[in-house]
């Protein structure tokens, strides 16, 4: 099927043009940056997308709660809607405010109850660093054993995106979620040195929990992360692109073309 | 007294002791000059003056808004030793600033001093606004909301910039007082320099970041002299198609207030820029920010604009409605009526309402035919908008308030009606004998430069960098901090490819790979010497620093922000001039157009003993350069052992003004001089070489001189290196081996660079830089130390670069 991209918009989104690029980049045939006004007035329909963004930002202020506000607005005003998106096989990504934004939803829930959040970064402050980043269940992956593979197909072990959040810190209700993440492979980014290893601040600019940068729902179709996937899309985007070697296109590109193959190929 | 209620002033049979008394009762900062014009005003027209007529006077004629001083006629007399020279001035600015431009005549100027911001062009269809402002007082008192308006400001002077732009990058500047001043010396409702560092550093931050901006560039430096009255800075660039660029009012259009609310905050903003500041100042004058009020703004200003719904805008900054509805009323007339204004609460007087500097507020001109389909757009991302009255023909400034007229004014008086002052100043020069440099300091040099990189002028500001977001918009291909280890960038880079094509999608893009970079130079320890000097190594070092990047001079423009004392004061008069004239001297021969400015005058505050007291005179030169290929850029950081290392320039005694005086207090007067033309076919050479991608790395000499530029290539690139001092290129005649050393150190002559040079492009880089001072220096080791050769070619620092880095992060860690 062809994709048909949803980037929703509210007051304070900042990331909806870079994000409406990486997917146009990476193929996608529509790419709609909607104030999510429209979507409860009716103008604009849900089902009429197959992947929907909720990108970074500060989404009314982040005066709550990061994102708090627009998720509540999400369940209250477009919940039945959500839920058939997800469960007709379409995709979801929420990046930094967007991954606050889900987690608040209850979309990447263990339960009925939410199991996860994400706090304040343990430094305290606003940080804006380029992070390593392990792709979780990247050996699986390999041997083919996991099906939560959608979003991080073709990208090597390691790859490096920048974070810019205050609050990015991930961390569980008990250390049984974790656990549970971990077991059902739903853990896809964790920040790492350069040789993989997990590893303390500023490695993990935030202090997450297990360094735990990135999950999926129980599908693996939903996905949140803190790091900016569509600003490392082209090679001049990269930290030390003056210094070394590097790929035309940017590990955050792999991400949306993932996305884009995905409903080719599936839907 | 009663709410809502105008009132008459008397003024027209009054003394000229009343008028002044008039003026400073109502805090109009009109000098008896300027009231006996309004005076003079009201007797003609057979009336006095109502409170709103008078304030909206005192408002468009305040220095903020007017210029008066920089204006001004000018007598200049210069004294050096017998010789005495004088200079005549009609019109300062136009003499100076304003004239590199005119003479310049760069067809890429497309918008230069008369709108909100500066527009030059970045390619056949797009143009870049640019603009910096200052937020000086506001910040002094509550240093989180006036550092924050002061971003949120200026960002909307680029959202008013033609038919609005968007914005693409921010720079800040700040300057404080010393973070260990002693707390004793404060009092009242003085803030302590590390409480309002902490204020104005998370005030941009919280605005900036929320407005989705990146903050890809700035400069902190701290000195006595701003313990009372800081200095923050907050620039901002924008995109903009160059077809909007313009702004046409018509008689019969609607005015439309678009945004946020008016309340009481920030009244007296533009009249209380000019006033000394004391112990016991209200906080009154401070505005109140939103910025995702401002944020819903700009998402829907540029649908709007893309729609042609309205045909001028501008924001209210000092000042308020009076400034953003009479300025578009300008050349027609305007009539308003202010009980329409929407209020955050009631109670306002009528004055109130049209003086008030309440935030994210922008004013539209709309055709009547256009304005239900605007007001509809507006309302679908939920932004305010109310009609507020309508253009006229009359040429005259009307205010109506619930059906009476309350002000009545004539466009011309009000705008041509300020009385052109006369002003007077004297310079003489300060004996420029150079000090014996060695004695003070001793001769542990590896000492003095972990000292140095410790200095809060040089040590590193990532704590401040990384609060913001570089990165947002994705298009900073060239990052304030560099290299493994975060090193000091000259110069950022943007580029503007994701604004371009994902809101024009179906532009060409045959010159995809078109940027502009972005710097500044700023140095007032060489004003405390001669602000000619200081206005000079600005330049010099904004422009280096975009050449470092690998920007070249062919479409670079500037900004000047001057942040003065009293021009009351002859020194600080004396200084702006000799500011001014360096201006037109060296931005004339590096053929770089200044294409807008600001000055903040009368930053004076009355120190702990009483005693009134001028900041130090401080010019801030933003520069901005269009690159043709941001693949060429250049980062500072070393790259690969065993590569060459260069020197460009000539390195002299002029240790005036450096860091290294400032730390052993050598009181040397002998400031760097500048010898433009030297340096342009320099920089042109450097450019050159840049693009024909022979250079690895750049970084110029600035605070701290050649070592401390060193020291910063190493530990950014994680690398050593060696170097030679007796070969560097230098005019150090008739001193010891000692005195040497030192000046080729720690010297900070301008027009300076370190590069690094690809193994077996050596040649190839000569060729290039042919007929320029240069020399071969030394190389990029296998190791990890800093080693200098001193000029007798004995080791006289071996440093381990992980060391140096430490002492550079030390100073501003962990705040």
């Known amino acids: ?33 909607v104030h999510i006004n429209r979507l409860f007035k009716k103008e604009v329909k849900l089902s009429d997308y197959n992947i929907m963004a909720i990108p970074g930002g500060f989404s009314f202020g982040d005066d709550i709660s990061a994102g708090k506000v627009f998720a509540n607005k999400l369940i209250y005003q477009l919940s039945g809607e959500l839920k058939k998106f997800v469960d007709s096989g379409k995709l979801i990504i929420g990046i ?63 790859i490096q995106l920048p974070v810019a959040h205050a609050e990015g810190k991930f961390i569980t209700r008990d250390e049984s979620i974790t656990d549970e993440l971990e077991e059902n492979g739903r853990i896809m980014f964790q920040y790492c040195d350069e040789e993989g290893d997990l590893a303390d601040y500023p490695y993990n600019p935030n202090g997450a929990q297990e360094n735990i940068a990135g999950i999926c729902d129980k599908t693996g179709r939903v996905l949140g992360m803190m790091p900016h996937p569509e600003r490392y899309i082209m090679k001049y985007q990269h930290a030390a692109w003056t210094a070394k070697e590097l790929d035309e296109t940017g590990s955050g590109f792999h991400i949306f073309k993932n996305a884009v193959d995905y409903i080719k190929n599936n839907l | 007294m009663m709410e809502n209620k105008t009132t008459v002033i008397n003024i027209s049979n009054v003394s000229d002791t009343q008028l002044e008394q008039i003026s400073k009762k109502n805090l109009l900062s009109l000098n008896l000059q300027e009231m006996k014009a309004v005076q003079a005003y009201f007797i003609k027209i057979r009336r006095n003056p109502t409170d709103i007529e008078l304030e909206t006077i005192a408002q468009t004629w305040s220095e903020h808004c007017k210029h008066k001083t920089l204006t001004a006629s000018v007598t200049y007399t210069e004294i050096d030793g017998k010789k005495k020279t004088v200079k005549n001035y009609d019109n300062l600015i136009k003499e100076t600033v304003f004239k590199v431009t005119k003479d310049l005549n760069k067809k890429w100027c497309v918008s230069v001093f008369k709108d909100n911001a500066g527009v030059i062009e970045f390619n056949d269809k797009y143009g870049i606004a640019f603009k910096v402002e200052t937020h000086n007082h506001p910040s002094a008192l509550e240093p989180y909301g006036g550092a924050g308006t002061g971003i949120g400001g200026v960002i909307r002077d680029i959202l008013g910039v033609g038919l609005g732009s968007k914005p693409v990058m921010n720079t800040d500047i700040f300057c404080f007082g010393p973070i260990d001043y002693p707390h004793k010396n404060i009092s009242g409702n003085v803030l302590h320099p590390r409480r309002i560092m902490k204020g104005v550093v998370s005030g941009v931050r919280d605005y900036g970041n929320r407005m989705g901006i990146p903050t890809t560039n700035g400069a902190v430096l701290f000195d006595e002299g701003y313990v009372f009255n800081p200095l923050v800075y907050c620039g901002t660039a924008g995109i903009i198609p160059k077809n ?76 308020g409605f009076s400034s953003a509805v009479g300025e578009l009323g300008s050349e027609c007339g305007v009539r308003v009526y202010l009980e329409k204004a929407p209020l955050k609460y009631a109670g306002l007087k009528p004055w109130e309402i049209w003086l008030s500097e309440a935030q994210e507020r922008m004013v539209l001109s709309v055709p009547k035919n256009k304005l239900k389909e605007l007001i509809k757009l507006f309302e679908s991302e939920n932004v305010e908008a109310t009609v507020l009255g309508e253009f006229t023909n009359t040429g005259r400034l009307e205010c109506y308030y619930k059906g009476t007229k309350i002000c009545d004014l004539s466009m011309e008086f009000m705008h041509e009606g300020v009385p052109k002052r006369h002003l007077d100043a004297t310079w003489i020069y300060k004996s420029v004998k150079p000090k014996a440099v060695v004695k003070s300091a001793g001769k542990d040099y590896a000492q003095t430069l972990n000292n140095l990189l410790a200095m809060p002028n040089v040590c590193s500001k990532e704590w401040i960098i990384r609060q913001y977001d570089h990165e947002v918009q994705g298009q900073t291909v060239i990052k304030p901090l560099q290299g493994k280890n975060a090193g000091p960038g000259d110069a950022c880079v943007i580029w503007p490819r994701i604004s371009i094509e994902a809101e024009y999608p179906k532009t060409d893009i045959k010159d995809k790979y078109r940027g502009f970079a972005v710097s500044c130079g700023i140095n007032p320890n060489f004003g405390k010497i001669d602000a000619y000097a200081m206005a000079a190594g600005a330049i010099d070092e904004a422009v280096r620093n975009l050449v470092a990047t690998g920007a070249g001079l062919e479409k670079t423009a500037l900004l000047d922000n001057f942040c003065w004392g009293s021009p009351n004061k002859n020194e600080q008069l004396a200084g702006l001039i000799r500011a001014s004239q360096a201006c037109y001297d060296i931005a004339k021969v590096y053929e770089t157009p200044f294409i807008s400015g600001k000055d903040s005058l009368y930053n004076e505050y009355i120190d702990e003993k009483g005693k009134s007291k001028s900041i130090p005179m401080t010019l801030l030169i933003s520069a901005m350069a269009i690159m043709n290929d941001v693949r060429k850029a250049v980062t500072m950081d070393l790259k690969y052992s065993g590569n060459s290392i260069y020197v460009l320039g000539s390195t002299k005694q002029e240790l005036g003004g450096s860091q290294y005086s400032v730390l052993n207090k050598t009181n040397d007067y002998t400031v760097p001089g500048l010898d433009p033309q030297k340096a342009k076919k320099l920089y042109i050479a450097l450019n050159n070489a840049m693009n024909k991608s022979l250079v690895a790395a750049c970084h110029d000499c600035s605070e701290g001189g050649l070592a401390v530029s060193c020291a910063e290539m190493c530990f950014a690139g994680g690398i050593g290196m060696e170097i030679a001092l007796n070969k560097v290129p230098a005019e150090t005649k008739s001193l010891t081996a000692a005195e040497k050393n030192i000046i080729l150190l720690f010297s900070e002559s301008n027009s300076r660079f370190v590069v690094e040079i690809k193994k077996g492009k050596e040649k190839e880089f000569e060729k290039a830089l042919k007929g320029n001072i240069f020399a071969r220096i030394g190389s990029v080791t296998f190791g990890k130390n800093l080693i200098v050769k001193g000029v007798e070619n004995q080791v006289i620092i071996d440093e381990e670069t992980d060391n140096l880095k430490d002492a550079w992060q030390s100073t501003l860690k962990g705040l």
């Open chain 1, 96 to 158: 930094c405010n967007g991954f606050q934004v889900l987690v608040k939803t209850g979309l990447l829930d263990i339960d009925n109850e939410q199991s996860q959040t994400l706090s304040f970064n343990d430094s305290a402050k606003f940080e804006c660093r380029w992070v390593n980043l392990k792709i979780s269940n990247f050996k699986s992956q390999i041997s083919n054993q996991q099906t939560t593979n959608i979003w991080t197909k073709n990208l090597p072990e390691i």
């Open chain 1, 1 to 33: 099927m062809k994709s048909k991209v949803i980037v929703l918009r509210t007051a304070g989104t900042n990331c909806d043009k870079e994000t409406g690029y990486a997917f146009k980049t990476a193929g996608a045939q529509t790419v709609d940056l």
């Open chain 2, 244 to 319: 909007k660029a313009f702004k046409k009012v018509s008689p019969g259009e609607v005015v439309l207030a678009v945004g946020g609310r008016t309340g009481r905050d920030g009244i007296h903003g533009a009249t209380f820029s000019s006033i000394e500041l004391d112990k016991d100042t209200e906080v009154s004058a401070v505005q109140i920010g939103n910025p995702i009020v401002e944020k819903k703004i700009l998402d829907t200003i540029l649908q709007a604009r893309d729609k042609n719904l309205y045909t001028a805008i501008t924001d209210c900054g000092a000042g």
